[in-house]
C-alpha cells in the first residue's frame, strides 16, 4: 500500500480577503485556517507533511513551527505549480499524497482518513472528495459522464453555463498515487481563463491517460467550505463555533445561548460551568469545574481553578483561585494572581499583582505592582499609585491589613501584617505590625459659619 504523505497549499495572497494578511493566516475562532488543518492532518497516519509556502512564508512557518516541512512557491503560477513545488521531497515516495489547501479549516481528520481508504481500496490513481454546494459559485464543478463517473473538474471562470448548474463541488482536497501526481502535473497547462497552471486538470490529464478516477462524495458540506472572503471567514466561524459549543456540552458545560457564545478551538471547561451570552473565552485559557461566567465577560488567557464566578467582566492572562468571584465591570491585567475565595466587586483594576486568599476588594480600587496577603480588606477607592512616570515601584502588603477607603498608597511601600491604614490617607511610609498610619489633614469644626456665607446674608 505504501506511504502516505500530504501537502498542504499555503502559497497564495488572498487577494479576495482584501487584506495586509496572508489568507491562510487569517483565524477562525482564535486559530489560523492553515493551523486548523494542519491540526487534523497531523492526527493522521502520515510520513511526511509538505506545506507550500510563498507570501508571507516566514510567517507562515513561524506560525506552523517544526511540525511540517516547507517548500517554497516564489510565483504564484496556480494550485497545480504550487503541488509541483513538493516535488524534490516527495519524489521517490511510494503510495498516497492527500492534498489540501489551507483555506478550508472544517475538514475533520476522520474524513480524511475515510477518503484514503476508499481511494486505496478502489486502487484509483486519484480520487476527489466533492460535496453538494447549496451555491456553488465559486468552486471548481465536478463533472461527470453519463454513467455518472468522474470526467473532469471545471473551474468557475472556465465553466458553461451547464457545467455552472452542477452543484457538487471540487472540495479542494485530493488524494493521489504520487508517482502518478507528480507524472501528471508536468504535463499541466496554463491555458485557460486565469492563465494558472490548475492542479484540478491532474483529473483529466490521468483519466486520458486510461488511469482509474475516483470521486467520494462527502455528505456535509459545511466540513468543506472554503474561505477566499470575509464573509465565508464569518460563515466559516459560525461553523466551527458550533462544533466547539456543542463538544463542550457534550462534557458537560452548560452553554444558556450557543449561537452567541464564542469560544476558541483549544479551550478546556470543566463540569458544570456555566457560560451566559455573549461570553468570550479566547485562546490559552482554561476553566475550571462549576464555575459561572456570566453574560458578556471576556477572558483571555487566562486560567480560573474551581468555582469561580466572573460577572461582566474582562480578564487577559490572568488566574483566579477556587471559588474566587469577580464583577460586575473590572478588569484583570496580565499577572493578576487572584487568590482562593478572594472577592473583587465593581469597577476594580489588577494588574501585575497578587491578592492572597480571602482578600477583599469591593469596589472602584486599582492595584498594580503589587503583593498582598491573605485576609485584607481593600477599602473603597483604594488606588495602588505604583508609577512616577518613569518607573513602576512595588508594594507589599502583609496578611490580614486593613486598608481603609480611598488611601492613596505610594509605592514602593511595604505594609507590615495586621497593620491598619486609616480612611483617606496618602501613604508615603512603611508601616509596622499592628500600627495605625493616618495621613490626612485633621477636621475643623467652625460654629455658626453657615449664616456668614455670601448666599445666605439677610439684606
Ligand atoms: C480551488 C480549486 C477549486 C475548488 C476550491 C475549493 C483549483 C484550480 N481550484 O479554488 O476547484 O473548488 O479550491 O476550496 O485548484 N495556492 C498556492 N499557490 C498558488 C495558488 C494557490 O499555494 O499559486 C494555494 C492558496 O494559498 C490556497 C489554495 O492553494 O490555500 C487554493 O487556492 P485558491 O486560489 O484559494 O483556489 P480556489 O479559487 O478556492
Ligand atoms: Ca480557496
Redesign the pocket.
Known amino acids: 500500500m505504501g506511504e502516505r504523505n500530504t501537502i498542504i497549499?499555503?502559497?497564495?495572497k488572498?487577494t479576495r480577503m482584501k487584506s495586509k494578511s496572508y489568507?491562510?493566516l487569517h483565524q477562525i475562532c482564535g486559530k489560523t485556517m492553515v493551523d486548523h488543518v494542519l491540526t487534523q492532518v497531523s492526527q493522521l497516519d502520515i510520513q511526511q507533511i509538505v506545506t507550500?509556502v510563498?507570501y508571507g512564508a516566514t510567517a507562515v512557518e513561524a506560525e506552523l513551527g517544526q511540525r511540517t516541512e516547507y517548500v517554497v512557491?516564489t510565483e504564484?503560477?496556480?494550485?497545480?505549480?504550487?503541488v509541483l513545488r513538493a516535488e524534490p521531497l516527495l519524489q521517490t515516495a511510494q503510495g498516497t499524497t492527500l492534498v489540501m489547501?489551507?483555506?478550508?479549516p472544517l475538514f475533520r481528520a476522520r474524513t480524511l482518513a475515510k477518503l484514503f481508504d476508499f481511494h486505496e481500496a478502489q486502487h484509483a490513481a486519484a480520487t476527489v472528495l466533492t460535496s453538494q454546494a447549496p451555491d456553488p459559485t465559486?468552486?471548481?464543478r465536478i463533472v461527470r459522464d453519463s454513467s455518472g463517473n468522474l470526467n473532469k473538474?471545471v473551474?468557475q471562470k472556465d465553466a458553461t453555463r451547464s457545467e455552472q448548474s452542477l452543484n457538487e463541488?471540487?472540495?479542494?482536497v485530493y488524494v493521489f498515487d504520487n508517482q502518478q501526481l507528480f507524472t501528471a502535473l508536468h504535463q499541466v497547462t496554463n491555458d485557460n481563463a486565469q492563465g494558472?497552471y490548475?492542479?484540478?486538470d491532474v483529473i483529466e490529464i490521468l483519466k486520458k491517460s486510461g488511469a482509474a478516477v475516483a470521486a467520494y462524495q462527502m455528505d456535509d458540506f459545511s466540513e468543506s467550505m472554503?474561505v477566499?472572503t470575509r464573509k465565508a471567514q464569518a460563515d466559516a466561524t459560525k461553523v466551527m463555533q458550533a462544533r466547539i459549543n456543542n463538544q463542550h456540552m457534550e462534557n458537560g458545560v452548560t452553554i444558556i445561548d450557543p449561537a452567541s457564545t464564542y469560544i476558541d478551538a483549544g479551550i478546556e471547561i470543566g463540569t458544570d460551568t456555566i457560560i451566559e451570552p455573549g461570553v468570550q473565552l479566547q485562546a490559552g485559557t482554561k476553566i475550571g469545574n462549576e464555575c459561572l461566567i456570566g453574560a458578556h465577560s471576556k477572558l483571555v488567557a487566562s486560567t480560573l481553578h474551581d468555582g469561580v464566578t466572573v460577572t461582566s467582566s474582562t480578564l487577559d492572562h490572568a488566574e483566579m483561585g477556587d471559588h474566587s468571584d469577580i464583577g460586575p465591570h473590572s478588569h484583570l491585567r496580565p499577572g493578576a494572581k487572584i487568590g482562593p475565595r478572594v472577592h473583587i466587586g465593581n469597577f476594580c483594576e489588577v494588574k501585575q499583582a497578587e491578592l492572597g486568599a480571602d482578600t477583599k476588594m469591593g469596589h472602584l480600587s486599582y492595584v498594580g505592582n503589587a503583593k498582598l496577603g491573605r485576609g485584607i480588606n481593600i477599602g473603597c477607592g483604594v488606588i495602588f499609585a505604583n508609577y512616577d512616570g518613569k518607573h513602576k515601584h512595588e508594594t507589599i502588603v502583609g496578611d490580614d491589613c486593613f486598608i481603609g477607603s480611598n488611601a492613596n498608597l505610594i509605592a514602593p511601600l511595604t505594609i507590615a501584617d495586621h497593620s491598619f491604614i486609616a480612611a483617606g490617607s496618602t501613604i508615603t511610609d512603611d508601616i509596622d505590625r499592628y500600627e495605625m498610619a493616618i495621613a490626612r489633614q485633621r477636621q475643623e469644626n467652625k460654629p455658626n459659619y453657615y449664616q456668614k456665607l455670601p448666599f445666605n446674608g439677610t439684606d
Open positions: 497549499l499555503a502559497a497564495g488572498g489568507k491562510v507550500v510563498g512557491q504564484q503560477l496556480g494550485t497545480g505549480d504550487a489547501s489551507g483555506d478550508t465559486g468552486y471548481g473538474i473551474e463541488i471540487n472540495t479542494g494558472e490548475y492542479l484540478t472554503g477566499n
